[in-house]
């Protein structure tokens, strides 16, 4: 290291694993706990930088405190610092190369970092060595689903949810997995089950109501949308699809052009979807829907757009992991396991 130059965080965890096997003394051992505790308390509050320097102070105290490395690792992957995160996470597993914690920070370091090749392999080898570690089993699931393998996902997933019948988060997933597979009956059952005790998620209610409205359960996928529209009124797409509906399959005019309002309020500008529901033979109110339309340069004569999501359009259930075209905030994503107590 030049002289004159400070180690960054990194630095000092990686110099903290190779002096491990150095003598602390207990008081300096107790003061690294408490700096740990800080990082922690940070950590959980969404202060990654700061956590990172709590880490940093606690293994400038006690190198071989490894769960302080295990959690800088994991503030550096949430700041950002990907590379920086697997190299620590490298040198943990070199450490202890059977470490569960350690080789799924490692495959979520690579996943938030869009190596997605080398994050599912990373899953499939640390699923091999323990196939009940639930965040193992959710994450390695998860890139099976979006890698267009949701059969061996709902396989994959089958004991976890049998061991775990109330874990909403898990239960979203093997419903979308059955989706996927094809399996609409069981995935509008999995769906309700989390609607009916209160525990869906806005991407799954939209998944739900895009899979109802496939299936030609139409009023069932107007009440999915109107539930979700309620619980986040600014989805200008799910407000559109559920307009869309009323206006085409439930003879709703007034529900439908209130609908349409408010997904042109939350900035819904798909010239696609529009297109084809100008198109619908049963569109009620055709003109107050084109006048709506044409008011925001949206009627009949604009040019189509290249990119809008056609599954609003066409009713069919999204296979994407972004439920919504405006809600990317609530895409499905490996979590990144709890950080060392």
Not at 237 to 260: I, N, V
Not at 316 to 322: E, I, S
Request: hydrophobic fraction near 45%; proline fraction near 6%; aromatic fraction near 6%.
């Amino acid at each position: 290291m030049e002289r004159g130059r400070k180690a960054g965080p990194a630095a000092l965890v990686l110099l903290a694993l190779a002096l491990s096997s150095c003598a602390v003394s207990p008081a300096r051992h107790d003061l690294a706990v408490e700096w740990y505790g800080v990082g922690n308390a940070w950590l959980a509050a969404g202060k990654y930088a700061e956590a990172g320097k709590a880490y940093d102070r606690s293994l400038a105290l006690d190198p071989s405190l490894a769960a302080a490395s295990y959690n800088a690792a994991r503030a550096l992957v949430e700041a950002g610092s990907y590379d920086r995160a697997l190299a620590v996470a490298d040198g943990l597993i070199k450490a202890e190369p059977d470490n569960l914690r350690f080789l799924g920070l490692r495959a979520y370091a690579l996943y938030k970092a869009g190596r997605m090749k080398e994050a599912a392999d990373a899953y499939e080898g640390a699923y091999s060595l323990d196939a009940w570690a639930p965040d193992i089993v959710y994450n390695s699931s998860l890139l099976l689903v979006e890698a267009g393998e949701p059969a061996k996902a709902i396989e994959r997933l089958a004991p976890l949810v049998k061991a775990k019948p109330d874990d909403a988060v898990l239960l979203s997933l093997n419903a979308r997995a059955l989706a996927d597979a094809g399996r609409d009956a069981e995935a509008i059952a999995a769906w309700e089950d989390l609607r009916s005790a209160g525990t869906i998620d806005t991407p799954s209610l939209e998944r739900l109501g895009a899979l109802l409205e496939k299936t030609g359960e139409y009023a069932r996928a107007i009440e999915a949308l109107a539930a979700l529209v309620e619980k986040d009124p600014k989805r200008g797409a799910a407000w559109f699809a559920l307009a869309r509906l009323r206006l085409t399959r439930a003879d709703d005019g007034p529900g439908g052009l209130a609908a349409l309002g408010e997904a042109l309020k939350a900035g819904f500008a798909d010239k696609d979807a529009v297109a084809s529901l100008l198109a619908e033979p049963h569109l009620v109110e055709r003109e107050a829907v084109a006048k709506a339309l044409g008011d925001k340069g949206l009627g009949p004569d604009a040019a189509p757009t290249a990119d809008g999501p056609g599954a609003d359009a066409s009713g069919t259930a999204p296979a994407a992991p972004d439920a919504g075209q405006d809600d990317a905030a609530n895409q499905a994503a490996p979590t990144g396991g709890s950080a060392t107590p």
